[in-house]
């Protein structure tokens, strides 16, 4: 075989095993792999709970958030709730929110969301510690959801499910196509063994395992979730505990988030165990490299040399080569016109699908970048008014 089409479909392989393989073939290795049980239904006893709101700005929000996270079904002297406002100057340090059990944290110094996360740990004496985003909105039975699993002593964390919701013809609503099929594949890895990596959304962990993350940590949710695995525990997976958040308001707010959290990546790494210990929690490690790390370090690489050997083979063999090379191109032609109908504020959403796996991609490698340049500040850098 010919060099350039051996490398042809080792591209293709590697491209498939990434996206599909991985996911599917875990469906099926997770039904003989089981980690015990996955039916969170019941709680025996329900533990007290503390939930965590950072909320930089976030006024807009914050009185929908209390009134939705008060109304979740869970007993009353079971929760608290800190909101933390640090650095706000839109006046939401000043909320007054008449139950006992919301407490407002405020300073004037803003130092980043991982920051005020270690200092709310501070407040905290429940047993377990819900992190949640201002502009998310929490199903009635999530706390109860979300809850459920900590029966098992084998697990550390749990993470939610992360919806979002965006008008039809969104630029960024593709993202809740994403998602769904995350979602698809995080409950195969907590079949298996464990998460590795939550949304931030919505995310529980036992206080007691929580080590206090670095100031500039851009993915706290991701940190914490590797740490606690590194401490020999399971990450598990509500579905039933529900996240809601409207998509990014614009195609370009949501690439500014994504070149973030590419950035926040390619800071956590070297900083954590777990990638470079396969043999210390080998089940852990294979959901990391086969969920992320390959998505991460393999495919921005090879979607453009997938591309350019098919076109190469096209042009020499001509014939059927030609053919998929020339709908191969088009898909990325595709994508551009989806990128390009974005901008003319036209709302085709089935151009955007593809638009929004190359933009992914596009960000990985834009984040790897501004990350190496130290241009990543750990400041959030709000999306929305």
């Known amino acids: 075989m010919p060099f350039l089409e051996l490398l042809f479909w080792l591209c293709f392989g590697i491209l498939f095993l990434i996206y599909l393989g991985y996911g599917f073939g875990l469906c099926l290795l997770s039904r003989f792999f089981s980690s015990g049980p996955q039916n969170w239904a019941s709680i025996n006893e329900i533990p007290s709970v503390c939930i965590v709101i950072p909320a930089y700005n976030e ?10 996270t008060l109304s979740l079904d869970f ?3 079971k929760l608290s709730i800190l909101v933390i406002t640090d650095g706000s100057t839109d006046g939401s340090d000043a909320l007054n929110w008449p139950d006992e059990r919301v407490r407002l944290l405020h300073q004037a110094q803003r130092q980043g969301k991982s920051a005020a996360v270690n ?12 992190i949640t985003d201002a502009n998310t909105l929490l199903s009635p039975d999530a706390l109860l959801a979300i809850t459920a699993p900590f029966q098992w002593g084998s697990i550390g964390a749990v993470a939610g499910e992360k919806r979002v919701q965006a008008d039809r013809g969104n630029s960024a609503s593709s993202e809740g196509l994403y998602w769904k099929y995350e979602s698809l594949v995080k409950r195969w890895d907590a079949r298996f063994y464990t998460i590795v990596g939550a949304a931030g959304e919505l995310f529980a962990f036992r206080t007691q ?4 993350l670095e100031p500039d940590a851009i993915l706290d949710d991701f940190v914490l979730s590797v740490r606690i695995v590194e401490q020999g525990f399971r990450v598990a997976y509500a579905p039933r505990a529900k996240a809601t958040e409207q998509a990014s308001p614009s195609l370009m707010a949501e690439w500014k988030r994504k070149i973030r959290i590419s950035a926040g990546v390619f800071q956590s790494l ?3 165990e777990l990638p470079f210990k396969p043999f210390k929690w080998p ?3 294979f959901v990391f490299f086969g969920h992320r790390w390959m998505r991460w370090m393999l495919a921005p690489t090879l979607l453009p ?6 076109l190469c083979l096209g042009i020499e063999n001509q014939g059927a080569w030609m053919a998929t090379a020339l709908l191969h191109l088009g898909l990325y032609s595709w994508a551009l016109l989806g990128l390009a109908l974005s901008r003319l504020q036209l709302k085709i959403p089935l151009f955007y699908t593809p638009m929004y796996f190359l933009m992914m991609n596009a960000a990985i490698v834009a984040g790897a970048l501004r990350h190496l340049r130290g ?8 999306v929305r008014p």
């Not at 040399?305 to 098919?310: A, G, P, V």
């Open 209 to 212: 395992l929580f080590k206090p």
């Open 283 to 285: 089940r852990a490690w």
């Open 305 to 310: 040399l997938f591309l350019l050997c098919h």
């Open 59 to 68: 006024l807009n929000c914050l009185p929908a958030k209390l009134a939705n």
């Open 75 to 77: 007993p009353f002297d």
């Open 375 to 382: 241009e990543q500040s750990v400041l959030w850098e709000k």
């Open 119 to 130: 200092r709310a740990l501070g407040y905290s004496d429940s047993e377990i510690t819900v």
């Open 270 to 272: 070297p900083r954590l």
